[in-house]
């Protein structure tokens, strides 16, 4: 029997799109239309944005240790959080968790590393861009990361917020993020981590001047593999 996967929802886009590639993937590895049990708690998003906006990461770690009591309650196994922005809170949550839990920027890294990816270009919110969940965990790979310019980050972090959170993709944006991925293959970035779990919304049509690392796929694909470990 597969583990039972408990997901920790934030914005209902990026938990749905990671709770679908969980029950589509799994099929290659474990047979056609099986995948482990999965279970998700989501609060809502209104009440994450109060403390992602005010700085309180206590309390942001709060609202993902309450989703992670439920999901316990409900017999989940490991637990998985497809929102990079309140990863900034793990180190408080997962001393205090009921149960273990798979790192999205960790898988992120280890995915450039089996890629002999160097140097990333983070995109995603403004407090991720500029907070230390993937500078941390590309350090501890050995891996350098660079952000976009405050212009361009400001321009990401409104179209995640204005469009992709609310289910809106436009061509229009899809050429911004390939302009900035430009700018930062110009800065010396070999890969573009897609630090928004919406933003694979968005990155899923032309390629771009950039490979990509998807953190919502690398993240399901891990808990696939956990699951069935």
């Not at 149960?99 to 919110?125: D, K, Q």
């Not at 050429?175 to 990155?203: F, I, N, Q, W």
């Amino acid at each position: 029997m597969a583990k039972h996967v408990g997901i920790v929802g934030c914005s209902s886009e990026g938990a749905a799109l990671c709770y679908r590639m969980i029950c589509l993937e799994a099929a290659e590895t474990m047979g056609t239309y099986h995948h482990p049990e999965v279970s998700m708690h989501t609060h809502s998003l209104a009440r994450y944005m109060d403390f992602i906006v005010a700085g309180d990461w206590p309390a942001v770690a709060g609202l993902m240790l309450d989703s992670a009591g439920k999901l316990a309650a409900a017999g989940a196994e490991l637990l998985i959080c497809p929102d990079n922005t309140i990863h900034q809170a793990m180190p408080l949550v997962e001393p205090a968790s009921p149960l273990p839990w798979l790192h999205i920027a960790r898988e992120v890294v280890r995915e450039a590393r089996r890629r002999s990816f160097r140097c990333l270009a983070v995109l995603g919110t403004m407090q991720l861009m500029t907070g230390p969940v993937y500078g941390d965990a590309a350090g501890e790979g050995g891996l350098d990361v660079k952000i976009p310019d405050p212009r361009q980050r400001e321009e990401v972090h409104r179209i995640i917020f204005e469009e992709l959170v609310l289910g809106r993709v436009r061509p229009e944006s899809r050429r911004y993020l390939h302009g900035v991925m430009a700018s930062m293959k110009s800065a010396g970035c070999d890969a573009a981590v897609l630090g928004c779990t919406e933003l694979p919304l968005l990155a899923d049509g032309p390629a771009g001047p950039l490979p990509t690392l998807d953190s919502t796929r690398l993240l399901a694909r891990a808990a696939i593999r956990e699951a069935a470990r």
